[in-house]
């Protein structure tokens, strides 16, 4: 390490050593006008893997917003919370996450944003900081999971639903192309364990890993493939990201009608599981 990586390290323990992650409880993360047109709304389509033949995804004529995008024009929120010093941002990992869509986005515009720490979980060795973004179109929280930063004495939160155990109801299949996080990361997230193989091994990782938002957006158009419906009238929205996902994976999915919604689901790759508990609906 370098001399300025260990002075900056050293500042970064000392400024998270006296703050209790469980203070962060109801922090204000701020509020954002966040915009974006055509071409923004058309690449995310592209990087969660819309096809030439969608018109209603790739054309402007046609265009509508898928909801998943939602959630990635909220992530400004994760990066104030990082900001804060509460822990350390280069093992921190997207944990899970939650979409409630209350409107359909517009194909362009503005978005009024709010964001603020619903509440923070004690793992134990890791913290989980729930990050809850709203607007008048959805309420996202996203479960940023942060190894190290647990042990605070706080509570432990909800443990992950269980898949069920029978047979799924239909399943579903979905390659992702080695180029997926490349594309995806001009959306937005241009975090470098997407692009950069030795962040990636920093974190354990073989090498570069897909961004939680963007397996999210695959597999919940491969969802509305499976209900017969469209990704666009995604309604509501819940998972936890098990396992990294390696672009150029194929990704199994499964889904389970219990009689209930929402309808369950999962996810996995030759490797194992990627999303469990899984619960969505559609329009
Ligand atoms: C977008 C993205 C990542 C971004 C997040 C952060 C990296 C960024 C947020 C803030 C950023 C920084 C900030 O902006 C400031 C700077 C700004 C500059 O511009 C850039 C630099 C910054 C510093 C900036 C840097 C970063 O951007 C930020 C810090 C991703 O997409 S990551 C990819 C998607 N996610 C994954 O692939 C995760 C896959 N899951 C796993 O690998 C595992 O599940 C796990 C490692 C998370 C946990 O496994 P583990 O074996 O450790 O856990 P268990 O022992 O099984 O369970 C222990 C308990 O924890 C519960 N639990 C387990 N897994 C999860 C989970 N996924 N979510 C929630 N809870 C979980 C489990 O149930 C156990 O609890 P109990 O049940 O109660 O026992």
């Known amino acids: 390490m ?160 269980g898949d069920p155990e029978q047979p799924p109801s239909a399943t579903g299949s979905v390659q992702t192309t080695p180029e997926q996080a490349a594309l995806y990361r001009l959306t937005g997230d241009r975090h470098a364990i997407h692009v950069d193989p030795a962040a990636a091994a920093a974190i354990g990782q073989p090498r570069p890993i897909l961004h939680g938002l963007c397996t999210l957006g695959v597999v919940v158009r491969e969802l509305a493939r499976i209900a017969g419906a469209h990704a666009c009238d995604l309604r509501e929205l819940a998972v936890r990201f098990a396992a990294p996902v390696l672009p150029g994976e194929r990704i199994e999915v499964r889904t389970w009608e219990t009689g209930e919604t929402p309808t369950r689901f999962a996810a996995a790759t030759a490797r194992g599981t990627v999303l469990s508990g899984g619960e969505v609906r559609f329009a």
């Open 2 to 161: 370098s001399a300025v990586a260990a002075c900056a390290a050293s500042v970064r323990d000392k400024e998270m050593s006296h703050v209790n992650p469980r203070e962060a409880i109801g922090l204000d993360l701020g509020r954002r006008t966040v915009a974006y047109d055509d071409r923004d709304a058309i690449l995310y389509a592209l990087a969660v893997g819309a096809r030439a033949t969608e018109l209603e995804l790739v054309f402007e004529r046609d265009l509508r917003a898928l909801p998943t995008y939602g959630p990635a024009l909220g992530l400004w929120a994760a990066d104030a919370l990082g900001e804060r010093g509460l822990f350390d941002v280069s093992r921190a990992l997207h944990g899970a996450q939650r979409l409630d869509v209350l409107e359909p986005l517009p194909p362009r515009g503005e978005l009024e944003l709010t964001a603020r720490v619903a509440n923070v979980w004690d793992k134990g060795d890791a913290a989980v900081f729930e990050v809850e973004v709203d607007c008048r179109q959805f309420r996202s929280v996203a479960a940023i999971f942060a190894p190290g930063s647990g042990g605070f004495g706080g509570e432990r939160g909800p443990s992950a639903a």
